[in-house]
């Protein structure tokens, strides 16, 4: 907010104080990912300033084989199948909501987003319920189906939302060239919506990389995952190790807004390039 | 499509026409089957995977077969008895001989722990019946029985055999709102020992409240600021909010476990400071899962509010200026109205989201700072409970489902986009 | 005789820069009478839109001054000023009822609930919306929503009304329309306007006076006669109406009027306002409306053989294009008649204008 010309007295006041109020706000929200950061470094076992020395020992607690590296091998494996499943399924959805009307439509569409509404301890307990019986409890295949069901919601909206810009006359157009219909969705809708279905995926990749509560319902120790191993660690016992994990998440997280930011702007240059 | 439309409507429909129609409604029949059929997939996994097993907690909510199944004779006498007076020889026998059969082969201890659910104790009582059963060899039972443990004259233990018969039961429904079905059916308040689960609600819903009230206490300052500032400023103060928002929950948990302990960095920093000669405790109470539940949630709130206050144009407010309006009554009668969806919307959302609310309280809270979602986990996970957890399940999910209206109401409404 | 006007507002010297180094608006001086129409006209980013939200109080003056009832508006915020604007996209409040948006200035100035009605009514039925006083912004035409600004910013009789370009929004048909009804509102209430417009047309239907702006610069200030058949200058005559230019020295002057010879040797009689040298540079000025094909009265002193290039039928008039003075882009407006009509491409003919609709400019 700019400060208004020509302010009175009471809002160069208010001005100032607004700002200093958010001010407090953008370090309440920021400050505590940051801070902790350098903790990771400590040469000490405190999880406080001031640091007593720089060594990178925490790190090499962190890649220890376990518990680190095998709950991340895990959470890799399960997260990248469930990437690859929520995208395929959740476009093919998408691509089916926009291109005709059905009967029930609406409904359909709040089905396919409803697990997002839904308590996740809920879901969980749904889950738990249905894999004690078909024997999914403590399997990899169990955690990766109910993950799918977590992530495909973003998938269906994000893809949803990107068709809901294209061009349709671009498909009647590669179709009135001679294209089937199949060549003219890989040649011409995939391309210019893959912006769309990649920003999708990453929502999907993270759901499933960042859930505990479902995987704590039905998976078992084989199927160990990283936020799992960060929940125990929590509760039981918190060492600066934790605090090295934390800090390569954090900058994951980074990677992935920066991967985000720069699709969005992408797509939404696609757009205005069009109307143009 | 208009042509064949138009020449149809000027009443000229001959056999040709009439064809061309039923060909273009065929066409558009085929479109939508074809449409449909990319949906089905994950319609039928969404169905069989996530709507089946949340429409099961319902069954499993009232679904009552433990004592049916390990003592299937009981059951049956008990479910005919009328519950005024101690039952009979008959019903007795049907006990002692049971009981005699669960316990050798080891089937009885499932029952026992159902039958606990009505009287604690009522396990333990089974199973040393167990233990002695051989000693009763032959009738009267009724005597036999009461001679081993004093408590089967006791016209309560049979009721809570009638009240565990099922094969369906409204006990866990009624347990979950503090409510119990009394032996002659009707509906009272349950024991004071075990009313906690209205506790549990209110918690859960004062909790959500004051969450809410700090997110919007402090995220409508922020998002207005977001709205409001030049392009790269705004930018950039929208990257500070999307951090977080992209950072994992459980790594924003660590963090403030790492800064509230007693020797974390909040303390330290205010020690060194002076503003305190001791330690605060701020976490394992409630000001931690305060702190911590806005931190993660109030991203959720700015974000709506800084989509809906985007869209706003910055003529509205000098419009107002120049028809004479002050900052304040500018704000009031112009700014903060057209901003309502949006602020609807994220609350809804933070209030949803913090209603469900399980990780954070379980690391951050104390004891007594633990919502539903906490009792859920605990009777699914601890004490294997299917029925208390689906009942309280429901109790959650029906709280979530009666904001969802507004919510819907409040999008549709601002047409609201997140992000 | 009619009275000295009373100055309203009065621009000092004004300047404005965002940047330190361009000036949007430069020199600006400049005097807005009391009950005049006077409209800012000029190419997008000439700095007219930023005059005025100067003047209503929305952008800082870099130097000089603007006044209002000669008191200095440095530091009187915009809520003080009592000026009503019509914004391009007229701004209505979306959650307010077209009664509560015009009601607003005066619920501001805390007027009695009985006034408010009586005064909100009789502006509605101003601008003849009398009966849509529930309805929403959303749910009304643009030319409604368009009154409902209007009304909204003449409610509370301002000193000055600032219209920013608000009829920019409509289609052409219904923009011509409200241009009257303004025009008429005007003239009724007498109160003082002062408004944006690139679209020249409306500037010289609607104003008393039209200020030209070009490059953060007054070009001329005048009324709508003065700038179009007396342009101060090349930028003016080919901004405003249709223009043929021709370039030349100027070889003789006698009096007002002067000869001046063209690139290829014709020479053509025109008059010059400003005084000129012999053999200076100059940009000759012709409406097409004034240029003849067959002329037969005495007074048309230049006098030209030209070929017919095109002609386009516009109804009313033809368009004729004709090569000319060794050039092919000389426009004439021919009114309809059998011999314009005749007309065809290869066709010689005949062509001439009087030098007093011929004016001498320097070249920009």
């Known amino acids: 907010m700019a400060m208004p010309v020509n302010a009175t007295r009471g809002q160069h006041v208010w001005y100032w104080c607004l700002r200093l109020f958010c001010g407090f706000g953008f370090v309440f929200l920021i400050g505590p990912i940051i801070v902790i950061v350098p903790i990771s470094f400590s040469s000490g076992s405190f999880l406080s300033y001031p640091l007593p020395g720089f060594s990178m020992r925490w790190y090499d607690a962190v890649v220890e084989p376990f518990p680190w590296m095998f709950a991340l091998e895990n959470s890799l494996i399960v997260a990248v199948t469930v990437t690859i499943i929520a995208t395929a399924l959740g476009t093919l959805a998408a691509y089916g909501l926009t291109r005709a009307d059905f009967p029930g439509k609406p409904f359909v569409f709040g089905l396919l987003i409803s697990p997002l509404a839904v308590p996740l301890v809920i879901t969980a307990l749904g889950l738990y319920f249905f894999f004690a019986r078909v024997g999914l409890v403590q399997t990899h295949i169990g955690l990766i189906i109910a993950h799918v069901v977590l992530a495909v919601p973003f998938v269906v909206i994000t893809v949803s939302a990107t068709l809901k810009g294209f061009d349709w006359n671009l498909v009647r157009a590669a179709e009135s060239l001679g294209a089937r219909p199949l060549a003219a969705f890989f040649q011409v809708t995939l391309p210019l919506i893959l912006p769309g279905v990649l920003a999708g995926a990453v929502f999907a990749f993270v759901t499933s990389l960042d859930e505990v509560i479902v995987a704590l319902f039905v998976s078992g120790p084989a199927q160990l995952t990283l936020p799992r191993q960060l929940f125990t660690g929590l509760r039981d016992q918190v060492d600066p190790s934790i605090v090295a994990i934390a800090t390569i998440l954090i900058a994951f997280s980074i990677a992935l807004l920066v991967v985000v930011e720069l699709l969005q702007w992408r797509s939404s240059r696609q757009r205005s390039a069009r109307t143009d | 499509m208009n042509a064949p439309a138009g020449i149809a409507g000027e009443g000229k429909a001959g056999p040709a026409d009439r064809s061309l129609e039923t060909k273009l409604r065929r066409a558009e029949r085929r479109r939508s089957l074809n449409a449909f059929l990319l949906v089905a997939p994950l319609l039928l996994f969404i169905v069989v995977v996530f709507a089946g097993p949340i429409l099961s907690l319902l069954y499993f909510s009232v679904d009552d077969p433990k004592l049916a199944e390990v003592m299937p004779l009981t059951a049956e006498t008990v479910a005919e008895w009328d519950g005024a007076e101690l039952p009979g020889e008959e019903a007795f026998a049907t006990v002692v001989e049971e009981i005699r059969t669960g316990y050798s082969n080891r089937t009885v201890a499932a029952a026992a722990m159902r039958l606990n659910y009505e009287i604690s104790g009522f396990r333990s009582m089974v199973m040393r019946t167990g233990r002695k059963i051989s000693r009763i060899e032959g009738p009267p039972y009724k005597e036999a029985l009461i001679g081993l443990d004093k408590r089967w004259g006791d016209i309560t233990y049979w009721r809570a055999i009638k009240a565990s018969a099922g094969p369906y039961t409204t006990r866990y429904l009624l347990a979950a709102v503090d409510l119990q079905r009394r032996w002659d059916g009707s509906i009272g308040a349950a024991p004071p020992e075990r009313t906690i689960y209205i506790d549990y609600l209110k918690r859960t819903f004062w909790i959500s409240f004051w969450v809410l009230a700090f997110c919007i206490a402090i995220g409508y300052p922020m998002a207005f600021l977001i709205a409001t500032s030049e392009k790269r400023w705004s930018r950039f103060l929208l990257v500070l909010v999307l951090l977080p928002f992209w950072t994992s929950l459980l790594v924003r948990t660590a963090a403030w476990v790492v800064l509230l302990q007693n020797k974390g960095i909040v303390n330290d920093s205010l020690l060194y400071m002076d503003f305190i000669d001791e330690p605060l405790t701020l976490i394992f109470n409630r000001t931690g899962v305060y702190i911590a539940m806005v931190h993660i949630l109030l991203p959720f709130l700015v974000l709506p509010l800084y989509a809906v206050m985007r869209n706003i144009p910055a003529s509205q407010m000098r419009a107002a200026a120049s028809l004479g309006a002050k900052p304040l009554a500018a704000f009031l009668s112009v700014y903060l109205p057209q901003t309502l969806p949006g602020l609807g919307a994220g609350c809804i959302l933070v209030f949803i989201l913090s209603l469900g609310f399980y990780i954070t309280p379980a690391l951050i809270g104390g004891a007594s700072d633990q919502m539903l979602s906490y009792l859920i986990a605990e009777f699914a996970t601890r004490t294997g409970n299917w029925g208390m957890a689906s009942a309280i399940a429901i109790l959650l999910l029906l709280s979530v489902a009666a904001l969802y209206p507004i919510y819907r109401g409040l999008v549709r409404g601002g047409s609201l986009r997140l992000g | ?364």
């Open chain 3, 1 to 364: 005789m009619a009275p000295e006007p009373e100055v309203l507002v009065r621009f000092r010297d004004v300047e404005k820069t965002y940047d330190g180094r361009v000036n949007v608006v430069d020199r600006l001086n400049l005097e807005i009478c009391r009950g005049e129409f006077l409209t800012l006209l000029g190419p997008s980013g000439s700095g007219k839109t930023t005059i005025l939200l100067m003047l209503a109080g929305f952008e800082a003056v870099t130097a000089g001054d603007i006044a209002l009832n000669d008191r200095s508006l440095r530091n009187v915020p915009p809520f003080r000023r009592n000026m009503g604007i019509v914004f391009q996209n007229y701004a209505l409040f979306p959650h307010k009822s077209v009664f509560q948006n015009v009601a607003f200035p005066l619920v501001q100035r805390r007027n009695s609930k009985s006034a408010i009605r009586q005064k909100v009514e009789a502006a509605l039925r101003m601008v003849d919306l009398s009966g849509l006083d529930d309805r929403r912004p959303n749910q009304l035409s643009g030319g409604q929503q368009q009154r409902v600004a209007l009304a909204r910013a003449l409610v509370f009789e301002p000193e000055i009304v600032l219209m920013d370009e608000p009829l920019g929004a409509l289609d052409k048909k219904l923009r011509e329309q409200m241009q009257i009804e303004i025009k008429h509102l005007h003239e009724e209430l007498g109160m003082t306007v002062a408004y944006v417009t690139h679209d020249q047309g409306e500037a010289l239907t609607m104003s008393d006076r039209v200020a030209i702006m070009n490059e953060g610069l007054i070009q001329q200030v005048g009324s709508p006669h003065e700038v179009y058949e007396e342009p101060a200058n090349a930028f003016v005559a080919n901004f405003i109406g249709e223009n043929n230019s021709f370039e030349g020295r100027i070889e003789s002057i006698s009096g007002s009027e002067c000869a001046v010879r063209l690139a290829n040797g014709d020479v053509v009689r025109a008059r010059s306002a400003t005084p000129r040298a012999k053999g200076d540079a100059a940009v000759l000025s012709l409406r097409p409306e004034r240029l003849v094909i067959d002329p037969d009265a005495d007074d048309v002193a230049n006098r030209f053989g030209a070929t017919v290039v095109e002609v386009i039928y516009f109804g009313a008039h033809n368009r004729v294009r004709l090569a000319m003075t060794g050039r092919d882009d000389i426009i004439a407006l021919a009114p309809a008649s059998t011999r314009s009509d005749a007309l065809a491409p290869g066709e010689t003919v005949e062509v001439g204008w009087s030098p007093k609709h011929c004016r001498v400019l320097a070249p920009e």
